[in-house]
């Protein structure tokens, strides 16, 4: 069963950084984009940065110019690099296919404190 384990979150204050990590059991990214979403309290879940097969990225506009979103799929594995963090980025953070999602892991919460 294919599973995804996102880590890396925790409790930063506004203008911090953090990296999160998102490990797959399987090589389950390699062909498809792969995308990093977040769910805040009582909001839907959004996509906020993905990263297509080629290597090529997108991000909501809330977050550009803060976020990169990397894959190395040696590893099975995407990263979201997270800079000028703002209260509002606090939310749990997964990570998962863009089509086609698996099953979602748990999620990794990120915290940020004024």
């Known amino acids: 069963q294919v599973q995804l384990v996102e880590s890396g979150g925790g409790l930063v204050q506004a203008g911090g950084s953090l990296r999160l990590s998102c490990a797959a059991s399987g090589s389950i990214f390699s062909i498809y984009a792969v995308g990093w979403y977040r769910q805040a309290p009582g909001k839907q879940r959004e996509l906020v940065a993905h990263?297509?097969?080629?290597?090529?990225?997108y991000y909501v506009d809330s977050v550009k110019g803060r976020f990169t979103i990397s894959r190395d799929n040696a590893k099975n594995t995407v990263y979201l690099q997270m800079s000028s963090l703002k209260l509002e980025d606090t939310a749990v953070y997964y990570c998962?296919?863009?089509?086609?999602?698996?099953?979602w892991g748990q999620g990794t919460q990120v915290t940020v404190s004024s």
């Open positions: 998962n296919r863009v089509s086609v999602p698996v099953a």
């Open positions: 990263v297509t097969r080629a290597g090529n990225t």
